[in-house]
């Protein structure tokens, strides 16, 4: 971990020991090293130097940080970054299922502009993101529920601000029917009894 300011880029503690903790992967001989670590938080700083301010704390700072460690060719540990670093992915309990904790993906908070991504970066994402998912229902032989959130504002920005309500709808029936593909190809990999529900949490 780097712990002082590097002498030319100015590098401090901050992002560093930030972009450090961020893709800290449970196997500690697939973490980042010092050098690449160092190269993403000058990335980051760069950045802020930019915009004219720090940006610890702001929303996309983690999405800055995968974006730049996925260029590092590290694509596991940026997909690891937008699941433990903006909050896209978190567990709820529901009345309307008994018994079991739904894993909720907001869909609306994987980039940091929605507007400005394309088709084939959000889908990209959704289907690396439920592969990193994956391990939360081997216990349970693949049952449980994958709660989808913010669907309709998704599909609103990819269908257009002239789009109907027809078009909004089978663009959300589209994320859903792919999330529900990948778990049910996920299921046969993994040898499952089972395979999680997809529910719409609007």
């Not at 500690?28 to 000058?42: G, I, M, W």
């Not at 610890?56 to 060719?73: E, P, Q």
């Amino acid at each position: 971990m780097i712990r002082e300011a590097d002498s030319q880029t100015g590098t401090g503690p901050c992002l560093a020991d930030y972009v450090d903790g961020l893709f800290a992967p449970r196997c500690q001989s697939e973490r980042l090293n010092d050098s690449a670590v160092k190269e993403v938080a000058t990335a980051l700083e760069a950045y802020a130097r930019i915009e004219g301010g720090a940006i610890i704390g702001t929303d996309n700072l983690a999405f800055l940080a995968s974006s730049a460690v996925h260029a590092l060719g590290r694509e596991d540990l940026a997909i690891e970054a937008v699941i433990m670093g903006t909050g896209a992915v978190y567990p709820q309990k529901l009345e309307a299922v008994e018994h079991d904790t739904v894993w909720v993906i907001n869909t609306e908070r994987l980039f940091p502009d929605l507007a400005a991504c394309t088709e084939l970066a959000f889908f990209s994402v959704v289907y690396h993101l439920v592969g990193k998912m994956l391990h939360l229902w081997d216990d349970t032989q693949g049952s449980g529920t994958l709660g989808l959130k913010r669907l309709r504002a998704v599909s609103r920005v990819f269908a257009g601000g002239k789009a109907g309500e027809r078009e909004r709808t089978a663009w959300t029936e589209r994320i859903i029917r792919t999330v529900e593909h990948r778990l049910e190809d996920c299921s046969m990999d993994r040898g499952w009894s089972d395979v999680p529900r997809v529910m719409m949490l609007d």
